[in-house]
């Protein structure tokens, strides 16, 4: 079992940038892909990107794409979720994800296909 634990969030000025950090423990990354995803209030979970077991394939929702970038370091344990530009409607509680993949080419988009969550870090962009 993989235990995960996001940091990073914090309040940040439109048109800034953040870096969130997922640390992992009990299980190394390199056999696991790994997602961001968002929950704004009264929202559902939303998808924000993925990143593959090997770090080779990255997707990106619509929302993100050009904003964000997602990599992996499996010496650290720790996945990332760049994002620049950030504007108001990105604020959101930002989770990250793990299920276990040690091949291919296969990327997932949604949430229940993860079985491991942290427990979120809040990003508030103030306009």
């Known amino acids: 079992q993989v235990q995960l634990v996001e940091s990073g969030g914090g309040l940040v000025p439109a048109g800034g940038s953040l870096r969130l950090s997922c640390a992992a423990s009990?299980?190394?990354?390199?056999?696991?892909?790994m997602a961001w995803f968002r929950q704004a209030p009264g929202k559902e979970r939303e998808f924000v990107g993925t990143?593959?077991?090997?770090?080779?394939?990255?997707y990106y929702a619509d929302s993100v794409k050009g904003r964000s970038t997602i990599s992996k370091d499996n010496a650290k344990n720790t996945v990332y979720l760049q994002m620049n530009s950030l504007k108001p409607e990105d604020t959101a509680v930002y989770y990250c994800a793990a299920r276990r993949q040690s091949s291919g080419v296969a990327y997932y988009t949604r949430a229940r296909s993860y079985d491991y969550w942290g427990q979120g870090t809040q990003v508030t962009v103030s306009s």
């Open positions: 009990g299980r190394t990354l390199s056999s696991y892909a």
């Open positions: 990143i593959n077991w090997s770090g080779s394939i990255t």
